[in-house]
């Protein structure tokens, strides 16, 4: 299965459209050209022979065959296209979704369900538990996943210092030894926050060696003890310059004391030239992750949006 090139530029300037940018100023060419390269090369991935093998593979979910993994392509009245497929939410079997992402914007419950009822009998096997899809508006969803936080370098720059800013001592990562602290330090947070456990998830190793190739991995350490770590990676956001966070991480000890916005900002000062973007993905119902990037300017422009199936579209949940 392929996509036409003609479909290929409405979902990307559906995608596109996801984005509320009414704040930022970008090429939007370049930025057009970024995500399409993003839809292209995921379908593609998504849809190869051993690909399909190997998540069918690691589900193990009965009855499934690696071609109930494939992306799939439904056509609607009105020119409108939905390229549709199944996920797993924290990459575990028992909670499959599926990840709806239409050349138009969906814009209720509503038609989440309309297009869900078109393609049910599809996922039959796998049971899934919800639908998804990004808005770049808070809708009448279950709930909110991921919210995409943005801000620029120059304008976090500008921000007043922090007063515990002083305090902090950023020392640069350059091996793996850190991994035990990190690991460690998350396996204490998921004991006290089992709610969280599935949606604030541990980096992989391979994750965090993009920050530590970067140079842009370093713990926190203040008044001689060791409070943290941040990791950051130089990644364009919609085809421009930008900086994004792959882990604050406070140690348990530590936390509840206004560290995290100030070490997020003194990062910033330090390894960027201010005309970057600065952005990062933050699940709604990691509050005070959410709380910190506020407080720096980061604002919410682009929603993950979670329908419940259980329920027939309501669990009564309250939005992130």
């Known amino acids: 299965m392929t996509l036409h090139q003609n479909d290929v530029q409405l979902f990307t300037k559906a995608a596109l459209d996801t984005f509320d940018l009414k704040e930022f100023s970008i090429d939007i060419k370049k930025a057009l050209v970024d995500l399409k390269d993003d839809i292209v090369s995921e379908f593609e991935d998504l849809n190869s022979e051993d690909t399909k093998k190997a998540r069918c593979d690691h589900f193990k979910i009965l009855g499934a065959d690696p071609e109930d993994y494939a992306e799939k392509i439904l056509l609607l009245d009105s020119g409108k296209i939905v390229i549709y497929g199944i996920r797993h ?49 808070e809708i009448d969803a279950d709930f909110f996943g991921s919210i995409y936080m943005v801000s620029t370098s120059r304008q976090m720059k500008e921000l007043n210092e922090w007063p515990i800013e002083d305090e902090l001592h950023f020392i640069k990562i350059t091996d793996d030894s850190y991994y035990d602290f990190y690991l ?30 970067d140079g842009l991995l370093y713990y926190i350490e203040m008044n001689g003890n060791r409070v943290g770590l941040i990791a950051g990676v130089r990644r364009k956001f919609l085809g421009e310059e930008g900086i994004y966070f792959n882990e604050i991480f406070i140690s348990k000890h530590w936390k509840g004391r206004g560290l995290a916005k100030a070490i997020q900002r003194k990062f910033i000062t330090l390894n960027t030239a201010g005309h970057e973007f600065v952005w990062g993905t933050i699940d709604s119902h990691n509050l005070p992750s959410f709380k910190t990037a506020k407080s720096n300017g980061r604002k919410p422009i682009r929603y993950e949006c979670f329908i419940n199936l259980s329920l027939g579209g309501s669990n009564g949940q309250q939005k992130g």
């Open 89 to 137: 939410m924290g990459a575990k079997p028992e909670y499959p979704f599926i990840q709806l992402n239409p050349n138009y914007q969906i814009q209720s419950k509503a038609d989440a369900m309309d297009l869900y009822e078109k393609i049910k009998y599809e996922f039959e096997v796998f049971m899934p538990k919800h639908i998804c899809f990004w808005s770049r508006d």
């Open 184 to 213: 460690s330090g998350y396996k204490e947070f998921h004991k006290c926050s089992p709610e969280l456990s599935m949606k604030v998830t541990v980096n992989s190793l391979s994750t965090m060696k993009e920050s530590l190739d």
